[in-house]
């Protein structure tokens, strides 16, 4: 039989020069004993100091095995070693989830980790009144020997207050500095109760709602053996004990009615949702009634009504076939990706922007989900018959020379019936007295095509129609 | 009026507080204290500091700046015409009580909202007040979370995206109609316009922000709907989240059991709150999150949830045609379509079978409840049988006590 001794229950470098050696010489780990002996380890550690053959673990071992030392179950050493013994036969062990020695050393971890994370949370510092600098300092019993292992999280978040956790394990101490360990203490030694703790208490109590009364839940999350040092806790036997008479009082009390003067306001604040109360006479009214329009289905998901945007009186009228992500988003048409292509299209054919109106034939964003994505629909023939109401009103408040019709969509919504747009393209038709139409691609359609060369085609074809009607509209010479 | 103390103003605006469900504080980039002027860290996950009786996480000091009102939403306490104590905190008081309680290690960070007072700019512009003190005057590096006020400009917006870990709006009502009948001075659009623009603002500042290693701007936002205070189904506000997580990526939506309030409004007479239903719909939620569901799969607009089996049992149930799946030969879609295994269950069978031929007992190791889990499954020791095709095989499931519901 060996005896393996560390210098305390959380001395990993020890634990692991030991058994390292012990490896080396080939002692089975069912002829060790682990034990902590403080006083004793003056002496030479018998086989530390001793050259001993290297050997690689998986790197995972070395940082489940510095947790598991933490744990405070007295078998955890031995476990420890048993893995590391049989590693060498089976590197792969480290990988499997389901072996009972690797479950076993997992829920050691996690109940470690567990116990770091609840002294994070339920730590409680109390203001030492008598120190000269503003100090503070807790009293704690955390269910795992995790101190050390958790201040620097305090000294990173409490970096310029100096503090003291007191547990009895250890206690480590922050001077805004740097961090020092000593000796555990006992429950004599907490810091005495702090003002605000009152404070702290009203909060507790008042973000309590009686009415979703749930205690099991509450020791699930906060297990009793950290209620001595919550100052709040006191408080919850009184809480669980009234909340069913508050709960339902509340339900059962009569509702009232609301004062005359409440309900005259909220008549006044009311909006008015009706969008056809009268034919739309300037363009900022399309705007606003394209937002509360009902007229058909899509704007229940979208984000809002884009209506179209440009100068006053733009001889030169632009329809597109409806908002995309950004536009719906951002309530501007034409500034995603197409919008993009279009706006270097227009420049590269001379047409100067200020001289011409964006919209498109449909004024919400149509979308599928595709997981947390929404793709572009194509509005189908009702949705743009429906929206042609606020496609007419721009037009006619606008009066544009020209309309050009980017799409089958926009085809259809300015002409009102299929317009094949690769028979059409580039020739000139009359919509009324006053205005030109001409149809050309959607700027989208471009971006999708996959081949090169006839993507640059008909971009060209693209940027030559824009052209045409920078000329028809009489604004680019 | 009598000037209230500063215990009485904080019992008030607490409580008005808690009908909000969020109190996250998770989502945050890495940030430490070390080498500033004050205190505060966020490590990526959050911290709850406590639990109430209700169960629920206690992280944030979460507090309205003020509980005056000029609107009137039946659901809120709030509401102008509630008979409800009214309070309101200075910028400072909030900003002190903040500091105070955060070296006390109480809370991770601050969660304010307020009811709207004077104009929806005003309000926000008080509450930008308050991050923004905390941040530049005290150097705070913990978690904030600020409410938006959707009618207020896209300047304040975005002001208080620069100082905040999160912003939120409450859209409060799944069903833009109900919103109308029960909050008549809120308008769904504004709700959506403020949060399409959050977006664009937090997806433009995500990568100069990455490039730079440290905030600029709100890392997420999130919105709540009240469960029970109208007509709609379980399947119209699955089809209402969906919606939302893809159109403003919505970090989270929270689901709140519509729950009685002091004093109620004749338009919605207090309740006891569906806490049940509530639960089923967190269980869809993750889902469409974590485990590849669409909406229409878990369940159709104008349907509700079964509240006899959770969501993912009531689908196999409905589809047991696809069962039982080979733990061995299944792809990771498939498990983690099976009843009783959570994602981590999934990864660790998926590493452990590259090793070994799984049993029962092995499953149970990594964490597989096998109570739902055994009627889909084969494994190296068992095969179901002619279970998976059972009448009776839901009734198998139904625990005889459900949640305790009060």
Not at chain 1, 158 to 176: E, G, H, K, Q, S
Not at chain 1, 422 to 448: C, I, M, W
Not at chain 2, 129 to 147: E, M, N, P, Q
Request: net charge positive.
């Amino acid at each position: 039989m060996r005896v393996a001794r560390l210098a305390s229950e959380i001395d990993f470098a020890g634990w692991r020069s030991a058994a390292r050696s012990l490896r080396a010489e080939g002692v089975e780990p069912r002829a060790v004993v682990w034990t902590v002996e403080r006083e004793l380890f003056d002496q030479e550690p018998a086989d530390a100091a001793r050259q001993t053959p290297g050997f690689t673990v998986p790197a995972a071992f070395v940082g489940l095995a510095e947790q598991v030392i933490l744990n405070r179950a007295p078998d955890r050493l031995a476990l420890l070693y048993r893995i590391l013994w049989r590693l060498e036969h089976e590197p792969r062990l480290i990988d499997n989830p389901a072996d009972p020695d690797m479950t076993r050393a997992r829920d050691m971890a996690k109940a470690v980790s567990r116990a770091a994370h609840k002294m994070k949370a339920f730590i409680r510092f109390r203001r030492l009144e008598d120190a000269k600098t503003e100090s503070y300092a807790a009293w704690f019993q955390p269910a795992h020997r995790v101190t050390e292992a958790v201040a620097p999280f305090f000294a990173r978040r409490f970096t310029n207050m100096d503090w003291t956790i007191l547990t009895p394990d250890a206690c480590v101490a922050w001077d805004r500095e740097r961090l020092t360990v000593s000796e555990g203490v006992d429950p004599a030694d907490a810091p005495s109760e702090d003002a605000q703790e009152d404070l702290w208490r009203t909060y507790y109590a008042s973000i309590f709602n009686p009415a979703r009364l749930n205690p099991k839940q509450m020791r699930q999350e906060m297990p009793k053996r950290y209620w001595r040092n919550l100052p709040e806790a006191a408080l919850i036997p009184h809480m669980i004990e009234t909340a069913q008479e508050r709960a339902s009082a509340m339900v059962a009390s009569t509702p009232r009615q609301p004062s005359e003067r409440v309900l005259k306001a909220a008549l006044r604040h009311a909006r008015d949702a009706s969008y056809e109360g009268a034919i739309p006479k300037r363009l900022s009214e399309v705007a606003a009634g394209v937002n509360l329009c009902r007229r058909c289905e899509l704007w229940r998901d979208a984000t809002q009504g884009v209506p179209g945007e440009g100068a006053e009186h733009a001889p030169l009228m632009f329809v597109g076939e409806q908002p995309g992500d950004q536009e719906d988003l951002s309530g501007h048409p034409f500034v995603g990706p197409a919008g993009r292509m279009f706006d270097k299209a227009l420049a590269e054919a001379g047409v100067p922007r200020d001289r011409t109106f964006v919209t498109n034939a449909v004024k919400h964003f149509k979308h599928e989900l595709r997981g947390k994505r929404r793709l572009h629909k194509t509005p189908d023939r009702g949705e743009v018959m429906s929206c042609r109401w606020w496609l007419d009103a721009e037009r006619r408040l606008l009066r544009p020379r020209v309309v050009v019709m980017l799409g089958a969509t926009a085809a259809l919504g300015v002409i009102g019936e299929p317009t094949p747009i690769a028979a059409n393209r580039g020739k000139p038709l009359r919509l009324s007295d006053r205005e030109q139409g001409l149809v050309t691609y959607h700027p989208s359609f471009l971006l999708r095509l996959p081949d090169e060369t006839k993507k640059a085609q008909a971009y060209a074809a693209f940027v030559a129609d824009l052209r045409q009607a920078g000329r028809l509209a009489g604004i680019v010479t | 009026m009598a000037v209230l103390d500063l215990r009485r103003k904080l019992a008030i605006l607490s409580d008005a507080a808690k009908y909000d469900a969020s109190c996250a504080s998770s989502g945050a980039e890495k940030r430490n204290s070390i080498g500033g002027r004050g205190i505060g860290s966020t490590e990526g996950m959050g911290i709850c500091h406590a639990y109430a009786p209700d169960g629920r996480c206690i992280s944030l000091l979460k507090i309205l700046l003020t509980n005056f009102c000029i609107y009137d939403c039946a659901y809120c306490i709030n509401r102008v015409s509630s008979n409800t104590p009214r309070a309101r905190f200075s910028v400072k008081e909030v900003v002190d009580l903040t500091l105070s309680f955060y070296k006390r290690n109480y809370i991770e960070g601050l969660f304010l909202s307020s009811g709207v007072i004077r104009t929806g700019d005003y309000t926000m512009e008080e509450m930008v007040r308050v991050a923004k003190a905390l941040r530049l005057d005290h150097d705070f590096r913990g978690y904030i979370h600020l409410k938006l006020i959707p009618e207020a400009s896209p300047e304040l917006t975005a002001q208080a995206g620069l100082y905040a870990d999160r912003v939120s709006i409450n859209i409060e009502l799944p069903r833009d109609d109900s919103l109308k009948a029960l909050a008549p001075e809120k308008d769904p659009t504004d709700i959506k316009r403020a949060m399409g623009r959050m977006r664009l603002a937090i997806d433009e500042h995500a990568e100069p922000a990455r490039k730079a290693g440290r905030r600029t701007f709100a890392r997420g936002q999130s919105t709540q709907l009240i469960v029970g205070a109208d007509s709609a189904r379980d399947g119209d506000i699955l089809a209402r989240s969906a919606n939302l997580y893809g159109a403003y990526r919505l970090g989270r939506v929270f689901y709140s059991a519509f729950s009685p309030i002091p004093d109620s409004s004749q338009r919605l007479p207090s309740m006891r709150p569906p806490l049940l239903r509530e639960h089923r719909l967190y269980q869809a939620d993750w889902l469409m999150r974590f485990y590849g569901f669409t909406q229409p799969e878990i369940i159709a607009e104008g349907e509700d949830l079964d509240l006899a089996v959770d969501p993912k049992t009531s689908w196999a149930l409905r589809h047991r045609g696809r069962f039982p799946v080979d733990v061995h030969t299944a792809d990771k879609e498939m498990l983690l379509r099976v009843p009783g295994l959570g994602a981590k269950t999934v990864e660790r069978i998926l590493a452990a079978r590259r090793m070994t031929r799984l049993t029962l007992d092995d499953l149970k190791r990594v964490g597989a409840v096998l109570k739902r889990a055994k009627a889909f499954l084969i494994t190296a020791d068992w095969t179901p049988g002619a279970l998976v095709d059972q009448e009776s095989l839901k009734a198998r499931f139904v625990q005889p006590r459900q949640l305790s519901l009060f």
